[in-house]
Each structure stands twice: as structure tokens, then as C-alpha cells.
């Protein structure tokens, strides 16, 4: 009889070490070494591999410089900007998408584990508390997902990060001010053109009298061409809102560009800004 509840608590104890392993991976989720000395998702060595996206950069959209930018001064703007692109006043990201950061995204969004946020928060502060920039009066928002992608997914991603934003910065977090009307396709592997189509009609503000004049921080987890940004900050700005900011967790970079350290220049540049 022993023997059998010994069976059973083995089972049980395998099967509750594979539900923890599920929730909080045994292995670093980048490397896939130990997580010795690092968070409860990557080693310390693979949480050192997450930068801040350092300047230059495009002082509207953020946009990192690239090599084929002959030293830009610190304050340039890009091609995209000096055309008056973007409907947001300014956009920001926290570090580049392809390092580490990539990883825990796609394990908070894709793999559906939002405790991944603990590992991302302590980022989140120091990122912000390195800014000079004041954002006093502003209301943060986040970019909304449509209700049937909330559904499957049970979490709004970048409701968590808008939350955790709000809260660093000591600002209100104005959630349903910005909803998703339509649904769309995924914007990954779609051009800078089709993402834009496909995201045009997505958002509505119900009431544009709580958003007149009102300055708002949008918040979104990646930023690749700012397709689904700018359509937000779009709607926002035409039911009346004053300032848009926009902060991203992730930038990744639109196609065909490619950051190049200016230090560590040995290859040549592929170059196609867009
Ligand atoms: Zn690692
Ligand atoms: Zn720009």
C-alpha cells in the first residue's frame, strides 16, 4: 500500500514540477543554460544582453541611427519624420527587439505568461529613471487589443505594460478611452505598406470629449514600422488630444535596416530606410 501512495506522490510531485516548469522555465529561456544569478525567465549573463536603445536616434520616432547616417548629430531626424510621417509628437523604446527582450515577449505574449512582466519591470525602472524627460499631465493609454485576440490570449499584454508604465511614472492609466473596432491580421511579415492598410480602421474613441486636449503616453509592446501606433495616435489626435508620446517596450527594426555600431563597423551596410 505504501508502495502505491509513494507512486502517487511521485506522480504528483513530477507533475507539479512540470506545471512549474511551465510557468517558471528550469532552463534560461535565451541560452538555455542555468538561471543561476538571474531572473525567474533568463541568466544573469542573458538579462546583461538586453541594452537600452542608446542615442543617436531620431528624435521624433525614435528610429535608431544607422551607419549609412554619416555620424548623425544627436538630435537628427530621420527621412520618415522630416516627411511628417507620423501623427504621434514623439515615440521611444526601451531596447532593441532583437536581444534577449525578443524572447521574453514572445514568452509573455505567445507562450501566454504574463509573470514574465517581473523580470521585465526591474528594466522598465531603470529605463525611465535615467529619463530627463517629464511627463507630468500625462494620461497613459494603452494600445488595445481586439476583443476575440483578448479572449484567446486571457491577458492584454500592453494593458500590463501600460499598468506597470503608469505606475513608475506616477501617472493615471486611462484604459478604455482607445477601443479596437476591427480585428486584424498579424503585422508580422507584412510590408510597411500593408501594415499600414491593414491597420487603418482599427481603433475608435467613443468619446472625444474625455481625450480633448488630453496628453497622452501610448503604450504598445513592439514598434516595427509604427504602423499601429501612428493609426491610434491618428484617431486620438482627430477626436482632439493634445500631446502623443509613445513608448514601446521593444523597437525592432523596419526591413532592410540594419543597426551597425559605428565602433564596430567591419561589414558593409544594407541600408533602405524607410
Ligand atoms: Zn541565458
Ligand atoms: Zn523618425
Not at 7 to 12: A, N
Not at 27 to 47: I, V
Amino acid at each position: 500500500m505504501m508502495k502505491v501512495y509513494e507512486k502517487i506522490s511521485e506522480w504528483g510531485r513530477g507533475a507539479f514540477s512540470l506545471a512549474l516548469d511551465l510557468i517558471f522555465p528550469r532552463d534560461c529561456l535565451f541560452c538555455e543554460g542555468s538561471r543561476k544569478e538571474g531572473g525567474d525567465f533568463l541568466c544573469g549573463l542573458c538579462q546583461q544582453e538586453i541594452v537600452f536603445v542608446e542615442p543617436p536616434y531620431c528624435q521624433c520616432c525614435g528610429l535608431p541611427a544607422d551607419i549609412s547616417y554619416d555620424f548623425p548629430t544627436a538630435n537628427f531626424e530621420c527621412a520618415l519624420c522630416r516627411k511628417n510621417s507620423f501623427f504621434f509628437d514623439q515615440a521611444r523604446s526601451l531596447g532593441p527587439y532583437d536581444t534577449a527582450l525578443k524572447m521574453l515577449i514572445h514568452h509573455f505574449k505567445f507562450g501566454k505568461q504574463p509573470g514574465v512582466m517581473k523580470d521585465i519591470v526591474p528594466f522598465m525602472a531603470d529605463y525611465f529613471g535615467r529619463q530627463e524627460e517629464s511627463w507630468d499631465g500625462f494620461y497613459v493609454v494603452p494600445v488595445p487589443l481586439f476583443i476575440r485576440r483578448l479572449k484567446e490570449r486571457t491577458f492584454d499584454q500592453s494593458f500590463l505594460i501600460a499598468r506597470e508604465v503608469a505606475r513608475i511614472l506616477h501617472l493615471p492609466l486611462a484604459n478604455g478611452l482607445l477601443r479596437r473596432v476591427r480585428d486584424t491580421e498579424s503585422q508580422a511579415q507584412k510590408t510597411k505598406a500593408e501594415r499600414a492598410k491593414n491597420i487603418k480602421g482599427a481603433f475608435a474613441v467613443d468619446r472625444p470629449d474625455r481625450v480633448w486636449e488630453m496628453n497622452i503616453l501610448l503604450v504598445d509592446d513592439v514598434m516595427t514600422t509604427g504602423a499601429t501606433v501612428n493609426e491610434a495616435a491618428k484617431i486620438l489626435k482627430r477626436s482632439g488630444a493634445g500631446q502623443i508620446h509613445v513608448f514601446t517596450l521593444a523597437r525592432a527594426l523596419p526591413f532592410g535596416n540594419v543597426i551597425v555600431n559605428p565602433s564596430a563597423q567591419t561589414d558593409p551596410v544594407i541600408s533602405d530606410r524607410l
